[in-house]
């Protein structure tokens, strides 16, 4: 609540402090069990950020992919997922969800410039590695899977080259090891 206060010939501000109701958010993230209080118009990204959890924000509106997480095993955008239904979840950020060879190849690659968009690109493509590598074998897959991603300094080449390695590598170890490769399994964004 906003009152305005008249004193003299200049008009102030006062800011009136109004407790805005809360929920108790318990969730797991990166394997720690936390329990945050958050308003409840809070994002699961403004409960990461309260748990001091590496997730950037960048537009908070779904747009960048800069944001994405697992939740129970499932990449969202953190910004639209809201605290509420984190309750009770497991949340991966880059730090767990990432997949170690997927990241060598990136960086080897030069795909990581500012870093800014890498933790959400990691977080969703490990994922969609993990669960169909073969689908990944082709750069426009790739390219799909980057939809909602933004990447304003590498031009995306680097990073659709480390990703298409990756599942190449992927497949052929699940080849020797005498198993069928996975494919078809949607792997798109889940969107709350």
Same mark, same amino acid.
């Given at each position: ?87 009770? #979840? %497991?949340?991966?950020? &880059?730090?767990? !969800?990432?997949?170690? *060879?997927?990241?060598?190849?990136? /960086?080897? @690659? +030069? ?45 995306? #080449? %680097?990073?659709?080259? &480390?990703?298409? !390695?990756?599942?190449? *590598?992927?497949?052929?170890?699940? /080849?020797? @090891? +005498? ?14």
């Amino acid at each position: 609540m906003t009152d305005a206060i008249m004193t003299d010939a200049t008009m102030t501000t006062a800011t009136t402090a109004v407790a805005e109701p809360g929920v108790t958010v318990r969730l797991e993230i990166d394997g720690t069990g936390h329990a945050l209080e958050a308003p409840l118009c809070a994002s699961l990204l403004d409960v990461l950020d309260e748990a001091g959890a590496p997730v950037p924000a960048g537009c908070r509106a779904g747009n960048c992919g800069s944001c994405v997480v697992l939740l129970d095993a499932s990449p969202v955008p953190a910004c639209l997922v809201p605290a509420g239904r984190a309750d009770g #979840a %497991a949340v991966a950020t &880059a730090r767990t !969800a990432a997949d170690p *060879a997927l990241v060598a190849r990136l /960086a080897a @690659a +030069g795909a990581t410039q500012c870093g800014y968009c890498s933790p959400g690109l990691v977080v969703a493509l490990s994922h969609a590695l993990r669960v169909a590598p073969a689908a990944l074998a082709h750069p426009d897959a790739v390219r799909e899977r980057l939809v909602g991603h933004l990447c304003r300094c590498t031009g995306y #080449a %680097a990073i659709v080259s &480390a990703v298409v !390695a990756t599942a190449a *590598a992927m497949a052929d170890a699940e /080849a020797e @090891a +005498g198993r069928p490769p996975l494919a078809g399994t949607d792997t798109t964004l889940d969107r709350p």
